[in-house]
C-alpha cells in the first residue's frame, strides 16, 4: 500500500513538472501573452509593405563626410520619403522606422513597443503571434528616433532567409567590403544613411545595459574592442571606424551555429 502511495505521488510529481514545462514554453513563445490591438483592429493583408528599390536608392546622395556641413541645406518642409509613415503607424503606432539595405536585400519595418522590450520577438508588425518576429529596438535602451549615440536593432536569424536571416552569410561573402557599405534608415522626419564598419561574431552580452556610450572613455573602449576583434567572419573597415560623437548602429541576431552566441553588423551615421 506504501509504495503504491509513492508512485502515485511521484506520478503526480512528474504530471505537474510536465505541465509547468508546456505551459513555460507557451508563454515563453508568446502564445499565452495578450496581444495588443488597435481599434478597430487590422488584419494582416492589409499592410503594405512600400516598394523600395535601387532606383529610390540612387537619388540618396552620400556626401564627404569631411565636407563643410554649412553648405548643405536642409529643410524638413521638403522631406519625401518614399515610406508612408501615416499609413503605417495607423495599422501600429510601433512602426517608428523602415530599415533598407541592398545586399543583403532587407527592407522591412522597425518597432519598439512602449512597454513590453518582448512584445516584438514573436510577434509581426500588426501585433500577431510569428516565430520569425520583427525587427525591433528596446524601449528601455533606445528612442524612438535613432537619437543615441549607440542604436541596436534586434532579430532573429530564420532558416528561411527572413528578418536577418542572410545577413552573416551574406556579409561575410568574400569581396563583400571591396565597395563601401551602407545601411538606410528612413523615419517618419529624415533618412539616415549609415556606413558599415565592422561585422563581428560576438557572445550574448547586453550591449546597452553594459556600456553608456554618452560615456567618452566608455565609447572608444567599445569601438577599440571592436577593431581588436580576429578570426572567422570578422570584418573590419579602419577608414569608417566611429569617433566620440558618430551615432552607431547595431544590427545583432543569432550566430550561425550557435544560437547562444550573436553576429552583429555595426554602422556608424554618415
Request: aromatic share 14%; glycine share 6%; hydrophobic share 40%.
Amino acid at each position: 500500500m506504501r509504495k503504491r502511495i509513492v508512485w502515485i505521488a511521484l506520478a503526480c510529481v512528474l504530471f505537474l513538472g510536465s505541465g509547468a514545462l508546456v505551459f513555460y514554453y507557451l508563454w515563453g513563445n508568446g502564445y499565452l501573452k495578450p496581444t495588443k490591438t488597435a481599434a478597430p483592429t487590422p488584419t494582416y493583408s492589409e499592410f503594405t509593405y512600400p516598394s523600395i528599390d535601387e532606383s529610390i536608392m540612387q537619388s540618396i546622395v552620400v556626401t564627404d563626410p569631411s565636407a563643410d556641413p554649412s553648405v548643405v541645406e536642409t529643410n524638413e518642409d521638403l522631406y519625401v520619403c518614399p515610406v508612408n509613415f501615416d499609413e503605417l503607424q495607423a495599422v501600429n503606432p510601433d512602426i517608428i522606422g523602415w530599415i533598407y539595405m541592398s545586399k543583403p536585400e532587407i527592407s522591412l519595418p522597425i518597432l519598439r513597443s512602449p512597454d513590453d522590450d518582448t512584445q516584438y520577438l514573436y510577434h509581426d508588425a500588426v501585433g500577431e503571434y510569428k516565430k520569425e518576429g520583427s525587427l525591433f529596438v528596446e524601449h528601455t535602451y533606445n528612442s524612438d528616433d535613432f537619437s543615441d549615440l549607440c542604436t541596436v536593432i534586434y532579430g532573429h536569424r530564420m532558416s528561411d532567409g527572413t528578418m536577418f536571416g542572410t545577413m552573416q552569410a551574406t556579409v561575410s561573402e568574400d569581396g563583400y567590403f571591396d565597395e563601401d557599405r551602407f545601411i538606410v534608415i528612413f523615419t517618419p522626419k529624415e533618412t539616415k544613411i549609415y556606413q558599415i564598419f565592422a561585422t563581428i561574431p560576438s557572445d550574448n552580452k547586453h550591449i546597452l545595459y553594459y556600456n553608456d556610450f554618452n560615456n567618452a572613455d566608455v565609447y572608444a573602449d567599445f569601438v577599440d574592442a571592436v577593431f581588436s576583434k580576429t578570426g572567422l567572419d570578422v570584418r573590419l573597415v579602419e577608414k569608417a571606424k566611429p569617433s566620440y560623437g558618430d551615432r552607431i548602429l547595431v544590427l545583432s541576431s543569432c550566430l550561425w551555429g550557435d544560437r547562444s552566441s550573436r553576429f552583429l553588423v555595426l554602422a556608424k551615421e554618415i
